[in-house]
């Protein structure tokens, strides 16, 4: 059964169409890239993935439930994101941060527990953030910021974890590190990934599945070799561009024709 | 720091216009607490019937003023905001002031009643203006609306001083300065009861609001039911410090310093912010209080002027250290 099933999803912001009839289906243990211009509706889809939004028709199934049915700390169990960048007013030192991903594990009136700062610990090394855990969140980098949330989605323990642009901050050491831990939450504890990207070469080596958007509806879903043609991207982006094999992988790579 | 809060306590008990030997006090004390109640001299009765139920009460309003800065402040996810801010203080200053002017206040608990429904009343007001019976409360438009709801009251406060006679201005201002001696022994249970059965629910919601001030879309991700939890700490913190207000009358810079501050020290953590913001507004107000009975002995100070008197400059003084 797929982990996460869309069924003719429709959404709009107002009178605003943003998405239109998209059905797909997401089976556990993929990685699945979401790419499409600015406005494609990208973001959204990853809101109608966890339950921020409701798709005006159609049904977002999560786990075999419509999204609508689980209660927040239900879906916050299963799904996690790691958001592109969040203000912070007040001070909170990052293990702060981090352990606030427990949250949806925990009752009103329990506090955390050994295993809580055991896992709280474990996403912390595999992120190499534990170097900053008693720094302030808001004097730290853009990109330990970016991997301090992607500490705090792992320590929610999700089955699905949705990623919006959560590499661009990252340096080439720690995006390559995150890939490569992806790939082994992936295969190690068969964790779904959904990564929005505008870096095609990036979606194009690391997913099992493309999903291109453009303008609210699915234009082509697929493996990297169906979905990263010359001819898509001539069509949803509006731009030339060549299409060669990666010498190392043999998958699409893409280099931009000026 | 609660043996900070008792000891303050026991100190502001000896000062006032009659000296009492400190080691006076806690002979009555423990003659109290061995169930000993039986009044035999001057300084008992001062002790037990004037200053006690008083400071009992100021610790009860700063805790209060405290809590509801930092639930506020967290909820607006603006470190300025406070109890005031939202209108609790416009709004039971109106009704207060209706009170003294109608001469509703001649009846029992007429004016902190009306004080109190004018809180409700405008806590309410600033949720409908902000736009919050429609959708999603966003977080500005409740500071804005609570900001514009405030800037009608103290036209309409300023309109009823123009008018009233000598008499029930001096009793307007005073309350409006912030009065901790009217307090009946009812109304301080009442006060205390609300206090106590607030803090608990607000602690229960301590790690929710800890994600609250990551952002409603954070706590949302992160498994909150965001407009479900903002509405109940919206309804109980105003229920406490409407409370305190509409019985003690307008102390400022308690409900925004003294969050502020614990800030500072002990991070933002809520579920150790809350009961350290609770103890701290006790003890600050028990001193303020305190200093307003002395300083100008035997007249006494509204206790709102020493608050804003500590506390601007001693924000001032915090805000700069703390800068680069």
């Not at chain 2, 019976?133 to 438009?141: A, E, F, V």
Request: proline share 4%.
């Amino acid at each position: 059964m797929p982990i996460i099933n869309a069924e003719n999803i429709s959404f709009s912001y107002a009178a605003k169409p943003v998405m239109e009839d998209v059905s797909f289906a997401i089976d556990e243990a993929q990685i699945v890239a979401i790419i499409g211009p600015n406005g494609s509706g990208k973001t959204t889809l990853l809101k109608i993935i966890n339950g921020t939004l409701f798709p005006n028709s159609g049904q977002m199934l999560v786990d075999g439930k419509d999204t609508g049915q689980w209660s927040r700390q239900e879906i916050a169990r299963k799904v996690a994101i790691v958001p592109q960048e969040t203000s912070v007013i007040f001070p909170f030192y990052a293990e702060e941060i981090v352990l606030m991903g427990r949250f949806p594990h925990l009752s009103n009136y329990r506090f955390e527990d050994k295993k809580d700062y055991r896992i709280v610990h474990e996403a912390m090394e595999k992120t190499d953030t534990l170097a900053f855990a008693t720094r302030r969140f808001d004097e730290l980098s853009a990109g330990e910021r970016q991997r301090v949330l992607i500490a705090r989605a792992l320590a929610q323990e999700p089955k699905v974890l949705l990623l919006d642009e959560s590499t661009v901050f990252l340096d080439l050491k720690h995006q390559l590190q995150f890939l490569t831990l992806l790939r082994q939450l992936n295969t190690a504890q068969q964790l779904t990934v959904i990564f929005v990207t505008h870096d095609i070469n990036l979606a194009a080596q690391n997913a099992d599945r493309i999903i291109l958007l453009y303008s609210g509806e699915i234009y082509a879903i697929g493996k990297p070799a169906e979905v990263i043609t010359a001819a898509n991207i001539k069509e949803v982006y509006d731009v030339g561009v060549l299409i060669d094999k990666n010498p190392q992988s043999g998958l699409p790579r893409m280099t931009l024709l000026t | 720091m609660t043996i900070v809060f008792l000891v303050i306590g026991a100190v502001s008990l000896c000062v006032g216009s009659v000296h009492i030997d400190f080691d006076h006090v806690l002979r009555y004390l423990a003659k109290a607490l061995k169930g000993n109640f039986a009044i035999t001299s001057q300084e008992e009765l001062i002790i037990f019937s004037v200053r006690l139920p008083r400071i009992i009460f100021a610790g009860i309003v700063g805790a209060s003023l405290s809590l509801g800065g930092v639930i506020f402040q967290a909820l607006l996810r603006n470190p300025l905001a406070d109890p005031y801010v939202l209108g609790i203080s416009g709004g039971s200053a109106l009704g207060a002031i209706v009170g003294i002017v109608t001469g509703a206040g001649s009846f029992y608990l007429g004016i902190p009643l009306l004080a109190f429904l004018g809180a409700l009343a405008t806590v309410f007001l600033v949720f409908v203006v902000a736009g919050g019976t429609r959708g999603p409360l966003l977080d500005n438009s409740l500071l804005l609306s609570g900001v514009v709801v405030n800037a009608f009251f103290s036209a309409a406060i300023l309109f009823f001083l123009s008018v009233v006679n000598s008499m029930e201005l001096h009793s307007i201002t005073f309350w409006l300065m912030g009065d901790l001696s009217r307090a009946s022994m009812e109304e301080i249970s009442l006060t205390a009861f609300c206090l106590i059965a607030g803090f608990v629910f607000l602690y229960a919601q301590a790690r929710k609001l800890n994600l609250l001030v990551q952002g409603e879309e954070t706590a949302l991700h992160l498994g909150v039911n965001v407009e479900r939890t903002k509405q109940w700490l919206l309804i109980v913190t105003s229920l406490i410090t409407a409370v305190a207000v509409s019985l003690a009358g307008i102390i400022g810079f308690v409900g925004i310093m003294v969050p502020h501050l614990m800030r500072l020290v002990f991070g933002s953590d809520h579920r150790l912010l809350l009961p350290a913001a609770a103890l701290f507004g006790a003890c600050f107000l028990v001193v303020a209080d305190t200093l307003a009975r002395v300083v100008l002995t035997p007249a006494e100070l509204p206790v709102g002027v020493i608050t804003a008197l500590c506390g601007a400059p001693y924000f001032i003084f915090l805000l700069k250290r703390k800068a680069p």
